[in-house]
């Protein structure tokens, strides 16, 4: 009779364990939430972030190369020629300047090589680049497109004398310039 109640306790001892609550390492995960809400947050808001920031420059993009009509009191027939797309400069026998980042490399005298490939023109700011017709070396610039330059930088040459469809020739120089002036071009 002494065995059965050695026996209950053991029994109870076991049901103890059984009942006994559960560790509190369950809870662990419920507090990982608000750091993985602010963890996603923060992804989402670089995503946002990035895609503006393409989204901004393409625009720019879009805006520089879209030409702009000069006004009709400095021209007279702004639709008159197509749009100069790139210049180079080189000397008379043909060798190619390079151009230097925004500054243009060229002395008067110097050939002036258009490209009308294309809509933009990689000279950079130029507070007036007047592109004249040939045989018209003193009279002010006929027809041209304008188009405002927005980039930093020193355009050196100001005038040219126009020899044919991809020639012209460098007359004389002007000084570094400022955003917003006007850029001519045939």
């Given amino acids: 009779m002494s065995w059965n109640p050695g026996f209950q306790g ?11 609550p559960k560790s509190g390492r369950q809870g662990s995960p419920a507090g990982m939430k608000p750091m993985l809400r602010a963890f996603e947050f923060c992804v989402l ?10 989204f901004s420059e393409a ?16 021209v007279s027939d702004p639709m008159s020629m197509p749009p100069l797309s790139r210049v ?8 190619i300047v390079r151009l230097l980042g925004n500054k243009l490399l060229g002395q008067k005298g110097d050939d002036l090589l258009l490209d009308w490939s294309g809509s933009e023109p990689l000279l950079p700011r130029s507070r007036l680049l ?6 018209a070396a ?6 041209a497109r304008g188009v405002r330059v927005r980039r930093v930088g020193v355009a050196r ?13 460098i007359l004389s120089h002007t000084a570094e310039v400022l955003p917003g002036d006007w850029l001519l071009r045939p």
């Fill in 59 to 74: 625009l720019m993009l879009k805006e520089q190369s879209e030409p702009m009509n000069i006004p009709s009191s400095m």
């Fill in 157 to 169: 040459v100001l005038r040219v004398v126009r020899e044919n469809r991809y020639r012209a020739r």
């Fill in 10 to 20: 053991v029994a109870k001892m076991d049901s103890g364990k059984i009942d006994r």
């Fill in 88 to 95: 180079f400069t080189g000397p008379p026998d043909g060798r």
């Fill in 138 to 143: 003193e009279s002010s610039g006929g027809g």
């Fill in 130 to 135: 007047i592109v004249r017709q040939a045989g």
């Fill in 45 to 54: 808001f670089f995503c946002a972030f990035s895609l503006s920031g393409c």
